[in-house]
């Protein structure tokens, strides 16, 4: 279940002239009872409102005075969400003849004409107030209060999110919260402006329009989703059309070999899902997303995460988490996954967070070989994005969860064609790529793979900050310090290695590799970060420098990038 509510508007939208049809009330009544929330968002007084409702105790909250108060109606209490209306302003409209004229715990309302006396009044009061219109009715509130902040509020007490809550208005005052809403919908009656703004413009009018979304919701939920608000786009076709992942289609597996531009992808991929008020989580056994912007990190180099951590900032509006396993063991890593791949799952089921949940070298997570239990068949990974070098190295139980597939690297038509073969399809046709394209492919479609251009992360990225700084790049692909008075080679397979190796040798040997440009050369060649070969080739031409100082500051241009465990002087 992806929509895990749905907030209404009263007057025009599920009542008309005050009066709600049993009609109305039972098809809300169906959707209550497929385990969704219901939520009231009306610019009345609650006094006033609750006598109009048959069964008040069908709202789990209902937002009233145009999102200034919350009311419980199964405890029946009231919250303020905003301070009451300013005693002189009150006295000053009634002095100038607004009538009729009502005071909320809230808000102030009147009616049309009177809204340039209502200005001309905050004005002469000096207040910072703004006004509201709702089909004749005008509404005086603090400035900044309106039906989404209303609505925000009384989903942060039911713990849902707002993208996960489809809306339905009629009117100017609605315009907030639908468009805060994951889907807006707008009755046969609503004005123009909110039909034309709606994702789904309804045929109904008044009460029975409603009936028509709740049947959709029930139906086709997660299928009523707008690309535009829940789809962050992959890259454009040849077209310049955007391509979009959808959160019900499964999982997506994002293939290519080291250096295809993987992380980065995921990395532009999380600005975008960011860009679009979603919430992501982010499994980093490798350091890569150390520093990703819009997201708080868990777990380092030498401290593991936890995973009840890892829920709890999952679960709040607003935070995105990385969660850093550098400091576990593979089977470590794997135990980690599984028990938060499952809690993932129920909170995803009761508050709709985390939106997005990305796993990079997912073959580590997700190994191929014999089958692990159904662990992963029992949990839902759509809204999934799985990162791995080739399709091979997942586990079938994995594999069977895909719905895309989008391959990088120069050879993404093979990668294509190893993913057919496994998940049992035909071999497509793939066109030929070129530049910065990739290959979009969706299994089981009748469509062939489309070439897609994707574009950087507005960010810079660390490419795999992790694996260089403490993996091992190979013997072929270490750094050796050639100490020629001892007549032997010492070995560097990664920069740990390399700071800890420059803290103990001679000045003569560090002063020699420095000169020949070695240390830039293989930060540039090898560890593939070249704003610190760059930085290291500063200092490698910077004659002034003595070994002290140039051990000093290669150490702190590696130590700002990856996070070494280790000093010395």
Request: hydrophobic share 45%; net charge negative; charged share 25%.
């Amino acid at each position: 279940m992806y929509f895990l509510g749905l907030a209404v508007d009263f007057d025009g939208t599920i009542a008309h002239d005050g009066v709600v049809r049993p009609e109305t009330m039972a098809a809300l009544r169906r959707l209550k009872e497929t385990g969704r929330r219901i939520l009231l968002v009306t610019g009345r007084e609650v006094a006033a409102i609750l006598p109009l409702l048959p069964d008040a105790a069908l709202f789990d909250r209902i937002v009233a005075e145009n999102g200034a108060v919350l009311y419980d109606p199964l405890a029946r209490t009231e919250r303020l969400l905003a301070p009451p209306p300013p005693a002189q302003l009150l006295r000053l409209l009634r002095e100038r003849k607004v009538e009729p004229i009502s005071a909320g715990h809230c808000i102030l309302a009147t009616w049309e004409p009177h809204q340039a006396t209502v200005l001309e009044a905050i004005h002469d009061c000096g207040l910072e107030l703004q006004i509201s219109f709702n089909k004749g009715a005008v509404m005086v509130l603090p400035s900044g209060v309106n039906k989404a902040t209303g609505l925000r509020a009384a989903l942060d007490e039911l713990q849902i999110s707002m993208v996960n809550v489809i809306g339905a208005g009629d009117a100017e005052n609605d315009h907030a919260f639908l468009r805060a809403c994951g889907c807006s919908a707008a009755v046969g009656n609503a004005l123009p402006v909110v039909r034309r703004d709606a994702d789904l413009p309804l045929a109904g009018l008044n009460g029975d329009g409603i009936v028509e979304p709740v049947a959709r919701i029930i139906e086709e939920d997660v299928a009523l989703a707008p690309d535009g608000k829940h789809g962050p786009w992959l890259g454009r076709d040849r077209a310049g059309r955007p391509v979009h992942l959808r959160p019900g289609q499964g999982s997506t597996l994002v293939v290519g070999p080291s250096g295809a531009g993987k992380s980065a992808f995921a990395t532009a991929l999380t600005e975008r899902i960011a860009e679009r008020q979603l919430e992501f989580c982010v499994i980093d056994p490798e350091g890569d997303y150390l520093e990703l912007e819009n997201a708080v990190r868990l777990g380092s180099l030498d401290a593991p995460p936890h995973a009840t951590e890892a829920l709890r900032l999952v679960s709040q509006a607003g935070v995105n988490v990385v969660v850093n396993t550098q400091a576990m063991t593979l089977q470590e890593r794997q135990s980690l996954f599984t028990g938060l791949l499952h809690q993932t799952a129920h909170l995803r089921a009761r508050t709709g967070r985390p939106h997005w949940l990305l796993l990079d070298e997912a073959h580590e997570l997700l190994p191929a070989g014999p089958p692990r239990g159904s662990a992963l068949l029992d949990q839902d990974l759509s809204a999934t994005v799985l990162i791995t070098y080739r399709p091979a190295s997942l586990s079938r139980e994995a594999l069977q969860t895909v719905r895309l597939v989008l391959a990088l690297g120069p050879a993404p038509e093979a990668m294509i064609r190893e993913a057919a073969g496994l998940l049992g399809c035909a071999p497509p046709s793939a066109p030929a790529t070129g530049g910065c394209e990739a290959l979009c492919w969706r299994p089981g479609a009748d469509a062939a793979p489309i070439p897609v251009t994707l574009e950087p992360p507005h960010q810079d990225h660390r490419r795999h900050a992790g694996k260089y700084a403490v993996g091992d790049v190979g013997d072929g692909r270490s750094f050796y310090f050639h100490d020629l008075r001892r007549g032997r080679f010492t070995k560097a397979n990664n920069l740990h290695a390399f700071l800890d190796l420059a803290c103990g040798i001679d000045d003569d040997c560090w002063e020699r590799h420095l000169r020949a440009g070695d240390f830039s050369a293989w930060f540039l060649h090898v560890i593939k970060d070249r704003g610190l070969a760059e930085e290291a080739a500063q200092v490698e031409q910077d004659r002034t420098l003595g070994a002290a100082d140039s051990r000093r500051l290669i150490r702190k241009a590696i130590w700002r990038r990856y996070a070494a465990p280790s000093q010395c002087p």
